[in-house]
């Protein structure tokens, strides 16, 4: 059987719950001069070799495209049939409530944004240890070429690049030792549906969603499914959502058009390049088109200090004032 190179960082049998009969969907890039590209569920939420073990760049061993996708591939058996049985009519959801909290665990972590501040967050550290161990002298002497510039402190033609099996090595000991679930586990748990047969919820390529109604970019922390007043939002299908709290009221488990479209606001914002839905609709791609500019995830900070550096990684929620700036200012 041939190997596929095609990976799938949003499982099939979750964007089959976003599509169509016939397993078509709506593709918008987060733009601002966005369109509406019809996908399927096969070609959507994949990147090519995003899975492979890049051994051959490092010795001897052939890459493998298989081992990884074989791994989810056997939690994605009962996350499906979890799912299944979650949005099946008059489903007792909290029966499932353990393998839902697992399924956000893995989705928060198996998506391209993570893999990417995974990576940046490496590189970084190198480039900072390099520079330590330079100044300190446990290089010897560098080239003349480049000798000046190291020496006057300007170390930014120093690049790194970070073998992909690090980065998925890094991503499945998050997956399998991560504390969401037991921090979900804490909050207040809900599940709603919209009201209207013409409202759906939407996905992207980031689609577990941290907001919070109080944090600010000027503050020195970032957030956590742990901190105090995040809300964790995860659609599981056009017609259902789920949302943990720590505190305050859930939303009501029949959500009005206008609510729906707040929860997808907050989608539009946290995803880092595409999202996905069943319909063909004008007021998402303007809702896209005002959102564009939106970023969430991980940032770091590099702090220089006599003895070194410390680098500081924070992760920025979705906002009330940042959906409303970047509306007021479209």
């Known amino acids: 059987m041939a190997k596929s190179k095609k990976h799938h960082y949003l499982p099939q049998f979750y964007l089959r719950g976003f599509a169509t009969s016939n397993e078509s ?38 890459d493998d495209q298989t081992s990884v996708e074989d791994w989810f591939c056997s939690m994605e058996r009962n996350q499906a049939e979890t799912l299944r049985q979650v949005l099946a009519p008059k489903a007792v959801f909290g029966d499932h409530r353990p393998n839902l909290e697992q399924l956000v665990s893995v989705m928060y972590h198996r998506v391209p944004s993570f893999l990417d501040s995974v990576e940046a967050s490496n590189r970084q550290m190198l480039a900072e240890v390099f520079e330590h161990l330079y100044r300190n002298g446990h290089f010897p002497p560098a080239p003349e070429e ?14 790194t690049k970070i073998a992909r099996f690090k980065i998925l090595q890094t991503m499945a000991m998050h997956i399998i030792d ?28 980031t689609p577990v969603v941290l907001y919070h109604s109080t944090w600010q ?45 707040h929860f997808n606001q907050r989608m539009v914002a946290s995803s880092r390049r595409f999202i996905y839905s069943s319909k063909s609709c004008p007021l998402l791609q303007s809702d896209i088109q005002r959102l564009h500019q939106c970023k ?35």
């Not at 599940?191 to 390529?205: C, K, N, R």
């Not at 200090?305 to 920025?316: K, Q």
């Open 25 to 62: 969907l709506w593709l918008y890039r987060k733009i601002e001069d966005t369109v509406q590209i019809p996908t399927t569920v096969h070609d959507a939420g994949a990147q090519n070799h995003l899975h492979t073990l890049d051994w051959s760049a490092w010795g001897s061993m052939p």
């Open 146 to 159: 480049i000798r000046p510039a190291l020496e006057g402190g300007d170390f930014s033609g120093f690049t």
């Open 178 to 205: 991560s504390q969401i679930p037991s921090i979900l586990s804490t909050m207040k748990m809900g599940i709603s549906t919209p009201d209207s047969a013409d409202s759906v919820f939407i996905t992207g390529d």
């Open 217 to 261: 970019d000027s503050m020195p922390f970032g957030v956590g499914c742990g901190t105090s007043g995040v809300e964790v939002s995860f659609p599981l299908s056009e017609r259902a959502i789920l949302i943990f709290r720590h505190d305050g009221e859930l939303p009501p488990e029949k959500m009005p058009p206008e609510q729906v479209r």
């Open 296 to 330: 969430t995830g991980d940032t770091l900070t590099t702090i220089k200090s006599e003895g070194g550096s410390t680098l500081v990684s924070r992760y920025m929620p979705v906002t009330p004032r940042m959906l409303e700036t970047a509306c007021r200012n479209h």
